[in-house]
């Protein structure tokens, strides 16, 4: 306990006292194998069996399809979280879009583990990064091929809003999961019939493992919601809600045509 502590404890009532001193030194957090048992200490309320498929997954290429506001974003946080915990000096990239929306899974990280009383610093090279007395490093990097070099032994790639980044810096950082067998984490809505996302979502021999939840599946968001949400949003609602890849407005034929008329058992057919 520290001075200042004992002294905000002068204007207590002795018992608060008593209770404030035999209070145990904080432990450090109690990190099983198990990423669910950490969640179960992170998160208010019970993860959907699909979270904890995913939190669980030793899959190598995981690419999650869900609808808006599933809870992606946490969900890799709390992978995030396990393995920067779990494996000391865990080299953790996470892209997004924008850096405003990777920030917001490093906020996201960054929650958990200050509930969980880890003192993060930031790297001293990036602006949005934590280092762990651990070791490990989590850093937020931009949606460019430019200045995304430079990162090696990185044990997990997690890309945000997959669907909205750019083919370039995919290629860019994924090689950087060569040397060390990375894991890559793939979560977004769909947006369009074309890019990387895409195509790990619908190439079935790509590797991925591939989760889907659609809203009118989702037992969260009401009918009434939904219903709301289909008036509100017209087309897009298909996107947004139904994990539905419709056609990007650069597109001039939809995907699925074109892969009719290039499939030679459909035009057998014909
Ligand atoms: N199993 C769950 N039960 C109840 N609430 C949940 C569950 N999983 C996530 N949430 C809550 O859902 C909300 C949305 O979470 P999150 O931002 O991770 O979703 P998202 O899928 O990334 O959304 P978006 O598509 O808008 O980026 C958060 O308030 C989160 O706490
Ligand atoms: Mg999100």
């Given at each position: 306990m520290s001075i200042w502590s004992y002294l905000a404890l002068a204007a207590e009532p002795p018992e608060a006292i008593f209770r404030a001193l035999m209070r145990p030194a904080a432990a450090g957090p109690v990190v099983t194998a198990d990423p669910a048992d950490l969640a179960s200490q992170l998160v208010r309320f019970a993860l959907d069996p699909i979270q904890l498929e995913i939190l669980r997954s030793p899959a190598r290429y995981i690419a999650l399809c869900c609808h808006r506001q599933w809870g992606k974003t946490q969900c890799a946080a709390l992978k995030a979280v396990h393995l920067a915990i779990y494996r000391p000096g865990a080299e953790i990239i996470l892209v997004a879009p924008s850096l405003r929306q990777s920030g917001a899974l490093l906020r996201a990280i960054y929650q958990f583990l200050d509930a969980l009383q880890i003192p993060v610093k930031r790297d001293g090279l990036n602006r949005l990064s934590m280092l762990l007395p651990n070791g490990s490093h989590i850093v937020a990097i931009p949606n460019?091929?430019?200045?995304?070099?430079?990162?090696?032994?990185?044990s997990l790639i997690i890309i945000d809003e997959a669907a909205f980044i750019k083919d370039e810096t995919y290629r860019a950082v994924f090689p950087f999961l060569a040397a060390s067998n990375g894991n890559l984490l793939l979560l977004s809505t769909p947006n369009g019939q074309t890019g990387f996302f895409y195509r790990a979502v619908h190439e079935p021999q790509n590797g991925f493992v591939r989760f889907q939840v659609r809203a009118s599946e989702?037992?969260?968001?009401t009918p009434e919601f939904l219903s709301m949400a289909r008036l509100e949003l017209g087309d897009a609602y298909a996107q947004e809600f139904e994990c539905s890849f419709t056609m990007g407005e650069e597109q001039i034929f939809d995907r699925d045509l074109i892969d009719q008329a290039l499939d030679p058992i459909i035009q057998a057919f014909r």
């Open positions: 460019t091929s430019d200045t995304v070099r430079g990162f090696s032994n990185v989702s037992s969260r968001l």
